[in-house]
C-alpha cells in the first residue's frame, strides 16, 4: 500500500491545463486565520513555474503580491514566460477563483513574478553570520492548540516563546522543519520563508489584524545544498525595521547546515492598530 | 521663459496611450554601462502607474524584474490594474522595446508589480536606527570622470571612498540627493533605492560585471514626509548578504529628516568571477 502523500505534496499538487494553466485547491491542512497561509500560495505559485517544461534554471527570485483573501475550494493558475535569457528566464504566476459559482466573474488573489537563473562555480563568500541558538533537540516544539491549522505543518522550535515573553525589539530565532519531516525543495524553502510570525505580534506582544501584502524571496541554495540540507531543520531569524501608517517590514533568513545561507526574505505586511 | 526641466523629470516623462500603455524613452542623461540606470527604469514604470487616473493611494511596494538590457530609443509601458480593493490596489507593469524598427517584434525588457496603499494613524514605529556619518557640508561629493552618466545625476557622499578602501565587509554609508537639487517625490525615491554600488565592487575592491536581476522597494513615507523632506539630502546604508554561484543579493534603508525612515530596498544582482 502506498503511503499517504505528505500534506506539503498534497496541498500544492497542481493539474496541467492548456496555455501554461493549472488547476489546483485551497489546502485546508495550511489553512491560517482566514485563508490559506501565504507561504502555501507561494509554494504553488512557484510549482506551477517549476512545472512549466519550457522553464529551465532554478529559482532566484520569487515575489508574491497577495491581492485578496484566497476562498476555500478550487483555483486556478496562469503562467506566462516573459522572456527567455541565455542563463536567465523571467516569468510571470496570477492565481484566479471564481468566487461564485454560478456565473463567470472571476478574481485575481495572487500575482507572481519570479527569476529563474543557472548559477555556476564563480567566487562565492557568504558576509552574514548565522544566528546562535540552543541545540534543536534541547527546546521543545512550539505548541499552542487554538492556533491555525498549518502552524501544525511546522515543527519550531524557540529558545524563549515570541509570545510569552515579548522583547525590546522583534528579532527572534528558531528551528524550522515541516512535519512530519520531509526533503526540503525549492517550493518547501519559498513556503518557510513566510513561516515568520509577523513582527508586530512580537513587539507589541499581542495579536493584531495583519496581512501580508507582498513578499519576496531570494534563493540561494543550488540543487546541491537542496540536498545536502534533506530533512534537517533549518535556522530561521527575522526582524522588523519599521511599522509606519498601517504598514511594517520584516526580513529573514533562512541557514542550513554547514552555516548556509538558503534563502533571505522581506515582506510587508497590513496591520491595523 | 521657463526654466529647463529637470533631467530626472526629463527621463520619467511619458505620453499616455490607450489601453492604460504609455511611450517614453530610454534617458541618455541616466545612462549606466550598456543601457539606462536601473533606478530610472524603476522610476518609470512607478510614474506609468502613478498617472493611471484609476489609480488611489500611495505606492506601499514596488518590485521590478529586469529581463533585459533597455535599449536607446523609445519605450513602451503597459499597465493593468489587476485588483482593487476598499484600501489597496494591486498593479502590473511591463516595460516593451521594439528592437528592430523595421519589424513588429518587441521584447519584454522589464516586469513589475506594485502594490498602492492608504496609510492611516495607527501606532508607529521605527525599530531599525539610522547610521552615523560626517556632516553632509564636511564631505566632498564623489566624483569619477569616467563613471558613468547617471552618476552625475546625483550627489553622492562618503565618509570613505567605497572603491579605494575597500573594506572586510560590504556595508557602506552615504549621503544621496539629486543633482540639482530637486524635491523628493515617490519616484525619485524609488530611483535613489537603486543607487548604492553593486556590493561586489566593495567586497573585492574591483569592478566585476554585473546585472541587478530584481529590485524590490518598500516605501515607508507619506505625501507629509516626503514633503518634510523636499530637497534635503538622504542618508543610505547598504550591505549585502551573500555572493553565491553568481547571484548576490543586497539590501539599503533610505533615511530622511528626522530620523525617518522613508525606504528599505532589496535586489538580488547576477555577477561574473
Chains 1, 2 share one sequence.
Not at 214 to 230: I, K, M, T
Request: charge should be negative; aromatic fraction near 10%; charged fraction near 15%.
Amino acid at each position: 500500500m502506498p503511503a499517504a502523500p505528505h500534506p506539503f505534496d498534497e496541498a500544492i499538487g497542481l493539474e496541467a491545463l492548456p496555455d501554461g494553466a493549472f488547476a489546483g485547491h485551497a489546502s485546508p491542512a495550511y489553512w491560517n486565520m482566514v485563508g490559506p497561509y501565504g507561504g502555501i500560495t507561494t509554494a504553488q505559485l512557484l510549482q506551477a513555474l517549476l512545472l512549466r517544461p519550457e522553464r529551465h534554471g532554478d529559482p532566484v527570485s520569487l515575489t508574491v503580491n497577495f491581492a485578496g483573501p484566497v476562498a476555500e475550494g478550487r483555483l486556478q493558475i496562469r503562467t506566462q514566460l516573459m522572456r527567455s535569457n541565455r542563463s536567465t528566464q523571467h516569468w510571470t504566476a496570477t492565481m484566479v477563483q471564481t468566487q461564485d459559482s454560478g456565473s463567470d466573474s472571476e478574481s485575481v488573489v495572487a500575482v507572481a513574478m519570479a527569476v529563474f537563473g543557472t548559477r555556476r562555480p564563480v567566487w562565492s563568500h557568504t558576509e552574514a553570520r548565522p544566528p546562535s541558538i540552543a541545540p534543536h533537540d534541547a527546546l521543545p516544539r512550539l505548541s499552542h492548540p487554538q492556533a491555525p491549522a498549518f502552524t501544525r505543518r511546522y515543527d519550531l522550535r524557540f529558545e524563549r516563546s515570541p509570545f510569552e515573553h515579548p522583547p525590546a525589539d522583534s528579532s527572534s530565532t528558531c528551528w524550522i522543519a515541516d512535519h512530519p519531516p520531509r526533503p526540503l525543495d525549492y517550493p518547501a524553502l519559498a513556503s518557510a520563508c513566510d513561516v515568520f510570525f509577523p513582527r508586530i505580534f512580537l513587539r507589541r506582544g499581542k495579536l493584531v489584524p495583519v496581512g501580508t501584502v507582498s513578499l519576496n524571496v531570494y534563493f540561494h541554495a543550488d540543487a546541491a545544498a537542496l540536498a545536502e540540507q534533506g530533512a534537517t531543520p533549518m535556522l530561521g531569524a527575522a526582524q522588523c525595521q519599521i511599522y509606519e501608517g498601517g504598514y511594517f517590514d520584516q526580513h529573514g533568513e533562512l541557514w542550513g547546515r554547514s552555516q548556509r545561507l538558503l534563502a533571505t526574505t522581506h515582506q510587508i505586511v497590513w496591520y491595523r492598530e
